[in-house]
């Protein structure tokens, strides 16, 4: 079955250090890969995407992903956490192949502390 | 705003009662998707309409009925509803299949639903 884990429902982080939000996905072949991010009582807003190239993919607000094709994975990244980076975020996966599908993972809170 | 707008952002409903979420799109993307949230999670895809038709329906019970009149609307009609259907309703839209795929989903506010 296709899937996408997001194996840490929670990550903490202190303003200032890198962060990492993790993503791995089961879907054959070579799937587009997605992040997005919920603030409280908002809808999904689209972060970044891979399609094709560069395994490092540059997005909003600094954000950047990591495509390791061997580990199936799309880690999300940061150099510098900002407090206002605290959200939901979500790791979405659209398979080549099957048409209009997004399949989600379970989502990880960020917490930025000061 | 996105350009995915939804309608009403709360809704407190009874068991008895009926209802309806709405979801609007100018952005000229042609497929429209309805996705429940629940806490601890994954989304739940629940509808999608492409060109104005349905095209995937993922086992949702039938007290929940969609409608897509034309490629900007799009409606979710409740009766009967359950607490356990409490959730956020999400409404997205994107350009359809037979287009450009790589392209992801535009996300409304959504639709905090509780049941009573």
């Known amino acids: 079955a296709q899937s996408v884990a997001q194996p840490e429902d929670q990550v903490n982080v202190a303003e200032g250090n890198p962060l990492t939000v993790k993503c791995t996905y089961s879907?054959?072949?070579?799937?587009?890969l997605f992040w997005y991010v919920q603030y409280p009582n908002r809808g999904l807003q689209f972060l970044l995407k891979?399609?094709?190239?560069?395994?490092l993919v540059k997005g909003s607000y600094g954000f950047e992903a990591e495509f390791n094709k061997s580990q199936t994975s799309f880690h999300l990244k940061k150099p510098s956490a900002l407090v206002s980076d605290s959200a939901l975020y979500f790791c979405?996966?659209?398979?080549?192949?099957?048409?209009?599908?997004?399949?989600f993972g379970t989502g990880t809170r960020l917490q930025v502390f000061p | 705003e996105t350009g995915v707008t939804q309608t009403p952002r709360h809704l407190v409903m009874g068991m008895t009662n009926k209802k309806s979420l709405k979801c609007e799109q100018h952005?000229?993307?042609?497929?429209m998707y309805w996705y429940k949230q629940s806490a601890k999670k994954p989304l739940e895809l629940m509808f999608v309409?492409?060109?104005?038709?349905?095209?995937e329906n993922n086992s949702v019970p039938s007290r929940f009925s969609p409608e897509c009149p034309n490629s900007s609307h799009l409606f979710l009609h409740l009766h009967t509803l359950q607490p356990e259907d409490s959730a956020l309703y999400l409404c997205?839209?994107?350009?359809?299949?037979?287009?450009?795929?790589?392209?992801?989903?535009?996300f409304g506010s959504g639709t905090r639903l509780t049941v009573v």
């Open positions: 879907v054959s072949g070579n799937p587009y």
């Open positions: 979405a996966v659209r398979p080549r192949w099957d048409t209009d599908k997004l399949i």
């Open positions: 309409y492409s060109l104005e038709e349905r095209v």
């Open positions: 891979y399609i094709t190239g560069d395994n």
């Open positions: 952005l000229g993307h042609n497929a």
């Open positions: 997205a839209s994107s350009r359809s299949a037979g287009g450009n795929r790589d392209y992801g989903y535009t």
